[in-house]
């Protein structure tokens, strides 16, 4: 299917954009609130219009006084949904804007129909939490890209799925970042629908052809432009838009994943290397007036550029006809999930499914080609000094790991008891500074 214009909602710093750009999409409009995405948009991307609120969007849309684009893309805010967050759901205001991510999408395809455009072409990127949402957050959402008069309801919904719908067909999938080539292991799904002449599975799902590979195993300790670096695994736990300032309250924080250890010093990780595990450009979100704590939120909140650049590259090479996929005959390989005239819900969490015609399908969070990463690629080496963690700070970690009675990586916590050795040499001698200068205070009051 050929894609030219794109809208996009929820923008953050664009991983759309820098994952598209080869693809020579043409972005019409941007929607972001946020103050640091806001300026940043501006500052990289000045032609693109910003609409700001998404809500404002589908009158925008019904007044003609935006493009209606081929392809709208977002990922509303996950918050509501990530183990994270307090996960309300749909009782949290910020995940109800996932349905209005549904009006807006219902509401260029109003709009494009009338103009005789084709369907839009639907993508949407959120945590996996969103499937174990109480409030049936996913059920809600699918039905109502799907065009069904309720919510779609099960106990338990699959990591990968299809759904032919009375409007659209949808499909889902989650898929790990760490094997498309970035050291994180980012587990995200990616949901894709259009209209009934679309087959979304023709483009998450692959052939499956050949036993998968494995990750490429890399020292953890090593050297870099004459630092010594040690790193706790070989890929980090999943950045999040709080690290570098709640970071150490983190669980990646008593496994190590998102602490380097460099000449013998224990420090976090610093923007540019949050850039680099996600796929962007280096410095990409060092704009002038910017703290690093707006750019670990700006990259945490984001998308892995790679992931997101692969399924681009099967929308651009989708072909209808991929898989001989026939809902008649899924149910015999899939297990069916709901099936009514009107409503089709197929589950291809299996492992591998094997179709009619001998093809076998695979639908897990791997995909066919894996790119394994070196850890010893994304790190910086000219770090400032404010990233390092002070001894102080290492024995807080140690003590609220004591305290909570957590695990921790048996090498992190070596490292932290030296660091913290040094705070506690540092205090002796503190103490006995003060206590000596108390001494002689008094001394010297008896004196007078």
């Not at 700001?52 to 007044?63: A, T």
């Not at 957050?137 to 919904?157: H, M, T």
């Not at 190590?256 to 013998?264: A, E, M, P, T």
């Not at 909570?404 to 916590?413: A, D, G, P, T, V």
């Amino acid at each position: 299917m050929k894609i030219k214009s794109v809208g996009s909602i929820c923008s953050g710093i664009e991983a759309a954009s820098v994952a598209w750009h080869d693809l020579n999409y043409d972005f019409k409009w941007f929607s972001e609130i946020a103050d640091f995405q806001s300026r940043f948009l501006a500052y990289k991307y000045p032609d693109i219009p910003n609409l700001g609120d998404m809500n404002l969007i589908p009158n925008l849309l019904s007044e003609e006084k935006i493009d209606t684009p081929d392809l709208i893309c977002g990922g509303t805010p996950c918050q509501a949904f990530s183990l994270a967050g307090w996960q309300k759901g749909l009782d949290d205001e910020r995940g109800n804007l996932t349905l209005k991510f549904v009006d807006i999408v219902n509401k260029n395809d109003e709009i494009r129909a009338k103009n005789k455009k084709t369907n839009t072409l639907i993508f949407w990127e959120n945590v996996e939490g969103v499937l174990k949402d109480k409030t049936n957050a996913f059920g809600c959402f699918l039905a109502g890209l799907a065009g069904c008069d309720e919510e779609l309801k099960l106990k338990k919904w699959p990591n990968a799925g299809l759904l032919r719908g009375p409007k659209r067909n949808v499909a889902w999938r989650i898929l790990d970042a760490k094997y498309f080539g970035v050291p994180q292991q980012r587990r995200r799904l990616y949901v894709l629908a259009s209209g009934k002449d679309f087959n979304p599975e023709c483009v998450l799902f692959e052939k499956h052809e050949k036993p998968f590979g494995n990750l490429k195993k890399y020292p953890l300790i090593f050297e870099k432009e004459n630092h010594s670096i040690e790193v706790f695994r070989e890929y980090t736990d999943c950045l999040y838009s709080a690290y570098g300032t709640k970071w150490n309250g983190n669980a990646a924080a008593y496994n190590g994943s998102l602490f380097v250890c460099q000449d013998n010093r224990l420090r976090r990780l610093t923007p540019l290397e949050c850039e680099r595990l996600m796929g962007f450009p280096d410095n990409y979100t060092d704009i002038p007036n910017t703290k690093p704590t707006n750019r670990y939120q700006g990259v945490g909140n984001s998308w892995a550029v790679p992931v997101v650049k692969w399924i681009g590259k099967q929308i651009e090479s989708y072909s209808k006809t991929k898989f001989n996929i026939d809902e008649n005959q899924l149910g015999l390989f899939a297990r069916t999930l709901i099936n009514t005239d009107k409503v089709k819900l197929f589950d291809l969490n299996m492992e591998f499914i094997q179709l009619d015609d001998g093809t076998i399908l695979n639908g897990t969070e791997i995909p066919e080609t894996i790119i394994s990463s070196n850890i010893a690629n994304i790190i910086q080496t000219d770090v400032p000094e404010n990233f390092y963690i002070s001894p102080a700070g290492c024995a807080g970690i140690l003590r609220r790991k004591n305290e909570r009675n957590l695990n921790i990586n048996k090498r992190l916590e070596q490292v932290l008891s030296h660091v913290s050795s040094q705070w506690t040499e540092e205090e002796i001698l503190k103490k006995s500074l003060i206590q000596k200068r108390g001494r002689f205070s008094q001394s010297v009051a008896v004196s007078l």
